[in-house]
């Protein structure tokens, strides 16, 4: 195919957006990983099942980086999972070190690629590719909101009982427990839940939301999730490989939007061939920007962090 992804990590999320990706016929993917034969096996076993799931994307897989030269998009989910009880910022010094390593090797070999960050803690591992790649900051995004806004959508469909289809759901912040997910500008049929349902359950529901991941790792027990933060990854690469001047909301870099400055937060983007294409500013209540703020002083924390322990 003339698009290529790499996705590194081919764990769970990493090896199913690989097969995502594939399945939808956006482009080949390299699949990268540490662990010997792992790449190697997921991506043959993917391979295989191509005939089946009609498609002609191929899935090379890999101990090393030779393959993902030229790469169009690097999708990186590298780094160990959180345990249960595990907060995200417990996992920080050693995704760290994870995201260091590959984003270097990775960014040398695709100088011209859009960066996706999976791993977490998400706003601080966008801050070391960042710095780590050199890459401008349009080609530097991290994947939360829209994992978070479709977490908030499925609980909205759930509780109204109407298609997902119907529903749109607008999340800022950080991706962690002080994300904002915004009901005023959550719809369905393009009506506010605020007029669909009572002020306690959405409240219910954006607890929901915001604690989404703790969730599902509570209920695996080992591992967290997979299925959504695969597509959600792949939902912002098909928007850049295809040029779709989509409007999702991705961690992305600010110089001064929403009066933050140097820092990855959440916010609407436009994602288009050239990665973000635009940061979509909208009009916020005082606590909404209280609560922005608040969001944006955790990431902050963790970004000082983060510079202790480098
Ligand atoms: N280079 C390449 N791959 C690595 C490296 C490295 N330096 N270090 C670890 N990995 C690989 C592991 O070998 C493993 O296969 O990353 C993979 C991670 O996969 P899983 O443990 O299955 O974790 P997963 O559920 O995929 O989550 C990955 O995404 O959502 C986030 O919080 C999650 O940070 C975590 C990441």
């Known amino acids: 195919m003339d698009k290529k992804v790499t996705v590194i990590g081919a764990g769970n999320v990493g090896a199913t957006t690989a097969q995502r990706l594939a399945e939808k016929e956006l482009c080949d993917?390299?699949?990268?990983?540490?662990?010997?034969?792992?790449?190697?096996?997921?991506?043959?076993?993917?391979?295989?099942?191509?005939?089946?799931?009609?498609?002609?994307?191929?899935?090379?897989?890999?101990?090393?980086?030779?393959?993902?030269?030229g790469s169009d998009i690097i999708i990186i989910t590298a780094g160990i999972p959180r345990k249960p009880g595990m907060s995200r910022d417990d996992l920080?010094?050693?995704?760290?070190?994870?995201?260091?390593?590959?984003?270097?090797?990775?960014?040398?070999?695709?100088?011209?690629?859009?960066?996706?960050?999976?791993?977490?803690?998400?706003?601080?591992?966008?801050?070391?590719?960042?710095?780590?790649?050199?890459?401008?900051?349009?080609?530097?995004?991290?994947?939360?909101g829209v994992l978070d806004s479709a977490r908030f959508r499925a609980?909205?469909?759930?509780?109204?009982?109407?298609?997902?289809?119907?529903?749109?759901?607008?999340?800022?912040?950080?991706?962690?427990?002080t994300m904002l997910p915004l009901p005023r500008y959550s719809t369905?049929?393009?009506?506010?839940?605020?007029?669909?349902?009572?002020?306690?359950?959405?409240?219910?529901?954006?607890?929901?939301?915001?604690?989404?991941?703790?969730?599902?790792?509570?209920?695996?027990?080992?591992?967290?999730?997979?299925?959504?933060?695969?597509?959600?990854?792949?939902?912002?690469?098909?928007?850049?490989?295809k040029d779709k001047k989509k409007i999702l909301p991705c961690a992305a870099y600010l110089e001064g939007e929403y009066g933050i400055n140097g820092l990855f937060i959440g916010v609407p983007v436009k994602l288009g061939a050239k990665g973000i294409e635009d940061i979509v500013q909208i009009k916020l209540t005082d606590d909404e920007n209280a609560a922005l703020q608040k969001s944006a002083d955790a990431v902050k924390g963790l970004v000082a962090d983060l510079k202790k322990l480098a």
Do not use: W
């Open 29 to 69: 993917v390299v699949l990268i990983d540490i662990a010997e034969g792992l790449p190697q096996g997921k991506a043959l076993d993917l391979v295989e099942a191509a005939p089946i799931e009609k498609h002609d994307a191929f899935i090379h897989g890999s101990n090393t980086y030779a393959a993902s030269a």
């Open 92 to 144: 920080i010094k050693t995704n760290m070190n994870i995201m260091k390593g590959v984003t270097a090797e990775a960014a040398r070999l695709s100088p011209d690629a859009v960066l996706i960050i999976v791993s977490n803690p998400l706003d601080a591992m966008c801050h070391v590719a960042f710095d780590t790649s050199g890459f401008p900051k349009n080609r530097v995004i991290g994947m939360a």
């Open 155 to 177: 609980f909205i469909a759930m509780e109204l009982n109407v298609s997902v289809e119907n529903t749109h759901a607008f999340v800022l912040g950080g991706h962690g427990d």
């Open 188 to 241: 369905v049929a393009g009506i506010p839940i605020t007029e669909l349902m009572s002020a306690e359950k959405i409240e219910a529901l954006v607890n929901r939301t915001r604690n989404g991941g703790g969730e599902i790792v509570s209920l695996l027990k080992t591992g967290s999730a997979f299925y959504a933060p695969s597509a959600a990854a792949v939902e912002m690469a098909e928007a850049i490989l």
